[in-house]
């Protein structure tokens, strides 16, 4: 169960291919954000939700899709987030924006951190885009993030990091960043109201995308 204390660190694994790299620097951060301490950990992983990629309208009565309905939950009950991105053609994953575009009060008002692997760049063009996202629910992407250039050589077939050593610190700055951030935002949720935002911001509270925020979903 979680620690009422402790906020939560949702680390969503951003890619759904058979072949994908995302779970092993997803689990190694997961590891890490255990030792740091400051968090109790929900490993999100993309695959295991079935989102259609065609979202819904504006009715605000229809039931949600069952397995955007699950992911809401786990969404709306994290403090913080760390999405873990690859890198397809200088951008994230289809199934990433897929993630993001189908919610939005259970992104708002929270911190957001980023993992991007790839090539030579790391990936950095997928954080790139990601930034330019979160500040329209409003969340908080901080300062510091991760990225793994030439990712093959990182880690071994276990999963294990080639240098733990060299990779802890900046694993380190991102968990320190987002302790601060979380419990603040998670107190400003619960007892101010956003400007611009008349629905509730509860913990644990879902709230579907296109119902809540017409101004920023396409017709």
Not at 5 to 26: C, E, H, Q, V
Not at 98 to 107: L, P, S, V
Request: aromatic fraction near 12%; charge should be negative; avoid cysteine.
């Amino acid at each position: 169960m979680p620690t009422p204390d402790k906020p939560t660190l949702a680390i969503i694994i951003g890619s759904i291919r058979p072949d994908r790299f995302g779970p092993t620097p997803a689990a190694w951060f997961a590891y890490e954000a255990q030792r740091h301490g400051a968090f109790e950990i929900d490993l999100i992983d993309l695959a295991d939700y079935d989102l259609p990629m065609e979202l819904a309208g504006n009715d605000p009565h229809a039931e949600p899709p069952t397995d955007v309905a699950r992911l809401g939950r786990r969404l709306a009950a994290a403090d913080a987030f760390v999405l873990v991105t690859p890198v397809y053609n200088r951008s994230y994953s289809a199934a990433l924006k897929t993630a993001i575009d189908w919610f939005y009060g259970e992104w708002a008002l929270r911190p957001v951190s980023f993992i991007s692997y790839g090539g030579t760049t790391g990936g950095l063009t997928s954080i790139e885009h990601l930034r330019g996202i979160f500040p329209e629910f409003p969340s908080v992407t901080v300062k510091n993030f991760i990225s793994l250039p030439d990712f093959w050589t990182r880690f071994d077939h276990d999963g294990h990091p080639v240098d733990s050593e060299a990779l802890r610190p900046p694993a380190t700055a991102v968990l320190d960043e987002l302790a601060w951030w979380a419990p603040l935002l998670r107190r400003a949720r619960s007892t101010r109201p956003y400007p611009g935002l008349d629905f509730a911001l509860a913990d644990g509270q879902a709230s579907p995308a296109a119902d809540l925020a017409p101004a920023a979903a396409e017709a």
